[in-house]
């Protein structure tokens, strides 16, 4: 029940109507036994600055920013924790005395993720990052600071490639590789990667039957890296941030040229425990937190 004293969080983005974090996150206060509750907050950045505004005002431990406010958010928080400046966007942001805290806690679910439940080990990994916002900056800036073997991007915007580019170089001295969406040259660094991350929103609702990548380019280099040996497993993994729908386009094209696949649910999982955490203090149900998501999710399989 919601009362004068429940804390509040929000979630800022558009559209939202996809998101499990709800649910998750409102188990999971329940589950350690705290009076808060999570909602969604429809918002784009023309509105973002007004809610934000609301929010040091009222009684919110701080919220969640998605899709397309996590670049936007940066220029109206207080402070901003030294990982997400490095990255350049922030996904969590904490309410302390009316003051805005930003972090980010994408990139550490998904490598996090690919850790614990894909026994992936980093420093050994050649990645292919396709889509350079908010969640391809976190993941790829993080996959650099734990050392991965190689990394790709590419972007709709060769500026934002580039810009991210020099920022990994600029933190961590680590070069990434930058390519133009499109080229031919996307075939060769698909067929060499191990892991292949869509952190594009291609694919999710209302581009449910669209494709970040030219199917007759997946399917040639999903051949090439099927019939390829890899230091993880004898075929590479290919990772979609979406969830919901909880298996793409890109996954079942992938899947049927002999890729793993695997979708955003992990990432969910692993950055709303540490995002709960940096909200309550306390460390996060994470059990809870993977029941709820694997119950949502089979709603929609």
């Known amino acids: 029940m919601i009362d004068v004293e429940t804390k509040l969080v929000g979630l800022l983005g558009s559209p939202l109507k996809q998101s499990f974090s709800p649910a998750m996150q409102n188990r999971a206060f329940k589950a350690a036994g705290l009076n808060y509750y999570y909602f969604p907050i429809e918002v784009t950045t023309e509105g973002l600055r007004d809610v934000l505004q609301g929010i040091r005002r009222m009684n919110f431990a701080g919220c969640n920013v998605t899709k397309p406010n996590k670049i936007e958010v940066l220029q109206y928080l207080d402070a901003i924790d030294t990982a997400a400046l490095a990255i350049g966007a922030v996904n969590t942001v904490k309410v302390v005395d009316g ?78 590789s930058c390519l133009r969406l499109g080229t031919p040259h996307m ?55 979406i969830y919901n729908p909880p298996t793409t386009r890109l996954m079942r094209e992938a899947a049927a040229v002999g890729c793993r696949t695997a979708n ?38």
């Open 99 to 176: 003051q805005l805290i930003g972090y980010n806690t994408d990139g550490l679910g998904f490598a996090a993720y690919l850790e614990q439940d894909e026994q992936i080990h980093i420093p050994g990994t050649r990645f292919f990052v396709l889509g350079c916002g908010g969640a391809g900056r976190a993941i790829a800036t993080v996959l650099a600071a734990k050392g991965a073997k190689a990394i790709t991007l590419t972007d709709m915007s060769e500026a934002a490639s580039a810009n991210l580019a020099d920022s990994i170089d600029e933190h961590f001295a680590y070069k990434a």
């Open 187 to 241: 075939q060769d660094a698909l067929a060499e990667a191990d892991v292949i991350i869509n952190a594009t929103a291609v694919g999710m609702s209302p581009h449910i039957g669209d494709i970040p990548l030219p199917s007759e380019w997946l399917s040639a280099g999903g051949r090439r890296l099927a019939a390829s040996p890899s230091l993880l497993d004898s075929t590479p993994l290919v990772c979609d941030i």
């Open 264 to 301: 955003g649910l992990g990432m969910v999982i692993y950055q709303g425990a540490a995002a709960f955490t940096i909200w309550t203090g306390i460390a996060a149900p994470v059990a809870e937190m993977k029941e709820t998501i694997l119950e949502l999710s089979a709603r929609f399989s």
